[in-house]
């Protein structure tokens, strides 16, 4: 009879134990999802800081722009030719990034 009684125990146990790895692979899935998520929002946050650097850089060169030029045809073809560098400027620098 404890024979039986302890076969009994060793399959709780094994049933258990099956039940824990089940466990411990479903939050290994989705720890292995919740980094990817992580990975992806901080490549967002990264795009956009950027964003945020062009515009603020726009910004400044309008500024320096409205500054330099009296008249408003000076100061338009200045802002077209500032933005054109700009914009080269850009690409070097995603093309660096790569």
């Known amino acids: ?53 062009n515009f603020q850089n726009q910004e400044n060169i309008v500024k320096i722009v409205d500054t330099i030029a009296g008249n408003a045809a000076n100061s338009t073809e200045l802002k077209l030719k500032l933005n054109e560098y700009i914009r080269e400027i850009d690409k070097c620098i995603a093309y660096l990034q790569d």
């Not at 009994?8 to 720890?31: S, T």
């Open 1 to 53: 009879m404890p024979k039986e009684k302890q076969i009994q125990q060793l399959h709780a146990i094994e049933d258990k134990l099956r039940k824990l790895l089940a466990r411990y692979a479903d939050v290994q899935q989705r720890l292995i999802q919740a980094q990817e998520e992580i990975k992806l929002l901080e490549a967002t946050v990264e795009e956009k800081e950027q964003q945020i650097k």
